[in-house]
């Protein structure tokens, strides 16, 4: 069963900075690219960023570049997204996702983890 | 970036009622489009991919059409457990781009 979980959300001040982390478990880890989408309170999707399965590449939209880093750990089947210089509209939900680069979807998401940028 | 328009934007269906969602994307994207489930407090879940193929231990009253820039999804026959909110997202070019909902509620 493919599982992917979230850790590492929590409240922040503006300008702060924040690493998530995803475990991921029952699929060849190194094989598949690697997304982070998000979810405003209330919201709809956004993508944030995305990986290849080595690692060799990743791509971002404007609204994150230059301030968040996406990285994976193939040895420890994790992915990670390092958030700096916070602002308030980053206050959103986190999902890991697995992408099927093929058909670019994704179709396996994690639960999730909140994110809030406040002072 | 490829725009993804969804309507309606809500919606209250009664029990076994036919529901049909749309999906319009702003330039042609040749079947590249998923539907996408998201139940109250809970993560997406993937339904159908490439316009029209069901997700595997998805329930066959689900289903999806279209093509070039119209794309739908139908569920034949509304069952409580399929409130939720709809999503639809364009596959076939970077950045994935999603459609803003479709919030669909029992009657």
């Known amino acids: 069963e493919v599982q992917l979980v979230e850790s590492g959300g929590g409240l922040v001040q503006p300008g702060r900075s924040l690493k998530l982390s995803c475990v991921a478990s029952g699929f060849t880890f190194n094989n598949y690219w690697m997304t982070w989408i998000r979810q405003a309170p209330g919201k709809g999707l956004e993508w944030v960023a995305s990986?290849?399965?080595?690692?060799?590449?990743?791509y971002y939209p404007d609204s994150v570049k230059g301030r968040f880093t996406i990285s994976r750990d193939n040895a420890k089947s994790t992915l990670y997204l390092q958030m700096n210089s916070l602002r308030s509209e980053d206050t959103a939900t986190y999902y890991c996702?697995?992408?099927?680069?093929?058909?670019?979807?994704?179709?396996?998401w994690g639960q999730g983890v909140m994110v809030t940028v406040s002072s | 970036d490829i725009q993804m328009t969804q309507s309606p934007a809500s919606l209250s269906a009664s029990l076994g009622e036919t529901v049909t969602i749309q999906c319009q994307a702003s330039e042609d994207i040749y079947s590249g489009l998923a539907w996408y489930q998201q139940k109250p407090g809970k993560s997406p879940q993937l339904l159908i991919y490439g316009a029209s193929s069901l997700q595997d231990g998805v329930p066959s009253r689900f289903s999806g059409s279209g093509s070039g820039t119209q794309y739908s999804l139908k569920i034949s026959s509304m069952q409580t457990e399929d409130e939720g909110v709809y999503f639809c997202q364009q596959g076939l070019k970077y950045p994935p781009t999603f459609g803003a909902g479709t919030k669909l509620e029992l009657k």
């Open positions: 990986i290849t399965n080595t690692g060799g590449s990743t």
């Open positions: 996702t697995r992408e099927n680069r093929q058909l670019r979807l994704f179709d396996y």
